[in-house]
């Protein structure tokens, strides 16, 4: 199957500071990313729906200027944790669809490994 | 509320004992995917059904769709200490702005020797 990565896997960072976390369709092009949020023994939670070349589509209560998310190329979006604090330690894993229809629910998604977030 | 209700939300069995996972939700489902994860590490795929009645299996692991595609469930024949992990249920939500893939809460496994 489509591999995607995610950088970095783990950072630990200080309260106040910004984190950016990279996500990588290595293998194919992703018109549309996503990005979802696990807390320990949680599910997913999905944050925001990433296109490349326009805004996001942030998910009721997510703040999108927490949250920057951006969708440069076909092949990379990126998720910055802007002023990080304690409550955004988190588990953040990125999806990328792989186009094969022009009907979305027979495109099958792509999970990164996940980035572990902390902040101390 | 949660769109996709999945029971139990954790189990524990015994080596060798059959069990089953179920993902329930109140809207028709167009997709259903079933993913394993071990916890701080990524989604590992196990299968994706699409048409009500539907059924696969792989390896010692069969899930199905029922006849009204809102219901799931994925069974485990002969568990192995292999098979703990936390188990998603994740649907494919057709919105008005859109599609988007959420999760059921999951389903924590353990198995015991």
């Known amino acids: 199957g489509a591999v995607v990565s995610q950088h970095p896997s783990w950072v630990i960072c200080k309260s106040g500071t910004s984190v950016k976390i990279e996500c990588r369709s290595l293998?194919?092009?992703?018109?549309?990313m996503f990005w979802y949020r696990q807390f320990p023994k949680q599910s997913l939670m999905l944050m925001a729906t990433s296109n490349e070349g326009s805004k996001a589509t942030y998910e009721q209560g997510v703040e999108k200027d927490k949250f920057l998310i951006n969708h440069a190329s076909l092949t990379l979006s990126t998720l910055t944790v802007t002023s990080a604090h304690p409550e955004d330690s988190s588990f953040y894993i990125c999806?990328?669809?792989?186009?094969?229809?022009?009907?979305?629910?027979?495109?099958?998604?792509?999970f990164g490994p996940g980035t572990r977030l902390t902040v101390l | 509320s949660q769109e996709l209700e999945q029971s139990p939300q954790s189990l524990i069995v015994q080596e060798g004992k059959n069990l089953t996972i179920n993902c329930t939700s109140s809207?028709?489902?167009?997709?259903l995917y079933w993913y394993k994860q071990k916890y701080g590490e990524g989604l590992i795929f196990l299968m994706m059904l699409q048409k009500g009645g539907e059924e696969k299996s792989h390896e010692k692991i069969t899930a199905k769709l029922d006849e009204k595609k809102q219901q799931s469930s994925l069974h485990i024949t002969a568990s192995q200490p292999s098979h703990a992990g936390i188990y998603l249920c994740g649907a494919f939500m057709i919105y008005n702005q859109g599609g988007k893939l959420i999760f059921g809460q999951g389903t924590e496994l353990s198995v015991k020797p």
């Open positions: 293998d194919f092009q992703a018109t549309t």
């Open positions: 809207k028709t489902l167009y997709g």
């Open positions: 999806s990328a669809r792989v186009l094969f229809s022009g009907i979305p629910i027979y495109n099958e998604q792509f």
